[in-house]
């Protein structure tokens, strides 16, 4: 009705300067604009209530004055078609919105002799422009979802738009991090190249990137990442956290064997990866600096894929935990990716992951206080450089073994219980310790290994006429120290029933820790001495 009746101010006017009569024209548009309005109200107003059940037109009259009062003060005498449908389109927008406030929500028009099935109704067809702002498009700034070309351009628009706090309502999270209500960067399916990081700088949070891929194009920086949260200069505080909540889930990240990885969290709190695929990375698919709790879950990670011709030379981590408290939970690092992950700083879990990588170490500990829960080694060792509070648990060990090369003299708090080492019989040893000597406290070895070795063993020995009985743990013993032992001993025919004086010896102050010796006083005519050696302090 207004896009007519502008028509008509516009168009008489026209033709008022030409000399033209406007009679038919007034005639023309009165006709015009009661079929208009009959149309508009039979095909564009018909509503559902939001029970299922059917309901008046919401009592036309009460919707046509509000449609009137919402543009009377747009119309104008004389508009052009643009400045019409503009105010049409607001018009109609005002009126769905109240109708939706109150339950109500507006159907597509329905074409009778269509053979396509009838639209399902969509009850969040109409959103405020605030809300639709929090859903960013990159197709929308200009972006290729095909991939053919560059898009950087475009994301750093849709990142402009993704970072705008002036749209959004003034929100802090902790400290002065600012809230972006869930703002999402969607790519909607497609395959995006860029050559330069989408970046999410200091103090903002609550924001999320999903549903699609990225793709380093061959100019990407080499030392970058292809999402990077945060940076080393902020301070954030008490927890050293100058990001919170951001969220990166159901995409794929190829760095192409170009971009250092795909995503590094510097300094977040609250950080969440997955599901994600990560592929092409040089140093790292996820990398997390400082900051505490990023949890990375339902994810893969691999250098090349293991269809894929090896590299001869690579440094690749498919996960590094350079910060604390982190979750990495029912991930896979597969061939290949030099090592699976890394943890460089403390109190991190490890959770139902399985490393195949295909790089001989699947997952290396250099820090206290890191926990992994049935996880699967598979043909990859976990080594542990630092393993005083390590604990691993229910995890299974596929040919492959337990390397201990902690340098510190004390080892204090190492936990490895009700694991199961197979090793197919190859003869490969399920535990090494590769650092002698040092000392074990409290420390727990409970596993079914597999083999006959274990942290407590007892030998006999029988001789006669010795004085000294000498043992080798080295073949029984799970470590290659005796840090305890005690001793029995039993003499046939002892002179005047009494046993001689006698001592036991641990050589542990020079090269043969697995050995230790029973000295008696004097020659013994026959005697039977039993041995029991300890690797552990407990």
């Known amino acids: 009705f207004f896009m007519v009746r502008a028509h008509y101010f516009r168009m008489t006017a026209d033709w008022k300067r030409e000399g033209s009569g406007s009679g038919v024209l007034f005639f023309i548009f009165v006709v015009v604009a009661i079929v208009v309005v009959a149309v508009d109200f039979a095909d564009g107003d018909r509503m559902v209530a939001s029970d299922g059940g059917s309901s008046p037109l919401l009592e036309q009259s009460d919707v046509f004055a509000r449609k009137w009062h919402s543009v009377r003060q747009l119309i104008k005498q004389s508009m052009t078609i643009e400045e019409a449908k503009e105010v049409h389109r607001r018009a109609m927008f005002g009126v769905k919105q109240h109708a939706a406030s109150h339950g109500h929500f507006f159907f597509p028009r329905q074409q009778p002799f269509s053979s396509q099935p009838a639209v399902e109704p969509i009850h969040n067809s109409y959103k405020s422009p605030s809300a639709s702002a929090q859903d960013i498009n990159p197709v929308d700034y200009g972006a290729d979802p095909s991939g053919d070309t560059d898009s950087t351009m475009a994301f750093?628009?849709?990142?402009?738009?993704?970072?705008?706090?002036?749209?959004?309502?003034?929100?802090?999270?902790?400290?002065?991090?600012?809230?972006?209500?869930?703002?999402?960067?969607?790519?909607?399916?497609?395959?995006?190249?860029?050559?330069?990081?989408?970046v999410i700088p200091p103090y903002f949070g609550n924001a999320h990137i999903v549903q699609g891929t990225l793709r380093a194009s061959p100019s990407f920086p080499t030392n970058r990442y292809l999402i990077e949260i945060g940076n080393m200069t902020c301070q954030g505080g008490s927890q050293a956290s100058c990001n919170e909540f951001i969220n990166i889930r159901d995409v794929m990240l190829d760095a192409s064997h170009v971009?250092?990885?795909?995503?590094?969290?510097?300094?977040?709190?609250?950080?969440?990866?997955?599901?994600?695929?990560?592929?092409?990375?040089?140093?790292?698919?996820?990398?997390?600096?400082?900051?505490?709790?990023?949890?990375?879950?339902?994810?893969?990670?691999?250098?090349?894929?293991?269809?894929?011709?090896?590299?001869?030379?690579?440094?690749?981590?498919?996960?590094?935990?350079?910060?604390?408290?982190?979750?990495?939970?029912?991930?896979?690092?597969?061939?290949?990716?030099?090592?699976?992950?890394?943890?460089?700083?403390?109190?991190n879990m490890l959770a139902g992951v399985h490393t195949w990588n295909g790089g001989g170490v699947g997952i290396v500990n250099n820090a206290l206080g890191n926990r992994m829960v049935g996880c699967f080694l598979d043909t990859n060792a976990l080594e542990l450089d630092f393993a005083s509070q390590f604990t691993v648990s229910n995890t299974f060990f596929l040919n492959t073994q337990l390397i201990v090369n902690d340098f510190v003299p004390l080892i204090d708090g190492l936990v490895v219980s009700g694991n199961t080492f197979s090793t197919n019989n190859n003869n490969t040893q399920p535990i090494v310790v590769n650092n002698v000597p040092f000392v074990l406290m409290n420390t727990a070895f409970r596993d079914n290994i597999g083999v006959t070795k274990n942290t407590i063993a007892t030998l006999q020995l029988t001789q006669e006429n010795m004085a000294t009985f000498s043992f080798d743990f080295s073949n029984v013993l799970l470590f290659p120290r005796i840090v305890k032992a005690e001793y029995s001993v039993g003499i046939s025919n002892a002179a005047g029933g009494e046993i001689p004086l006698s001592y036991l010896e641990l050589h542990d102050n020079d090269d043969q820790p697995t050995r230790c010796s029973v000295h008696f006083n004097e020659t013994i005519s026959r005697a039977t001495v039993t041995v029991t050696a300890y690797n552990l302090w407990n």
């Open 156 to 198: 750093q628009a849709c990142m402009a738009t993704f970072l705008n706090t002036t749209t959004k309502r003034n929100a802090s999270m902790a400290i002065t991090i600012f809230d972006l209500g869930g703002v999402t960067l969607n790519l909607h399916g497609g395959a995006f190249v860029i050559s330069q990081p989408l």
């Open 259 to 347: 971009a250092a990885g795909g995503v590094h969290i510097i300094r977040t709190m609250g950080a969440t990866v997955g599901p994600a695929f990560v592929v092409g990375f040089v140093e790292a698919g996820v990398k997390v600096t400082f900051g505490h709790e990023t949890m990375i879950m339902h994810s893969w990670f691999a250098e090349y894929y293991w269809s894929q011709t090896k590299p001869t030379k690579s440094k690749s981590v498919g996960i590094q935990l350079d910060g604390y408290d982190n979750y990495v939970t029912d991930t896979v690092i597969f061939d290949y990716s030099h090592v699976g992950v890394v943890m460089n700083h403390g109190t």
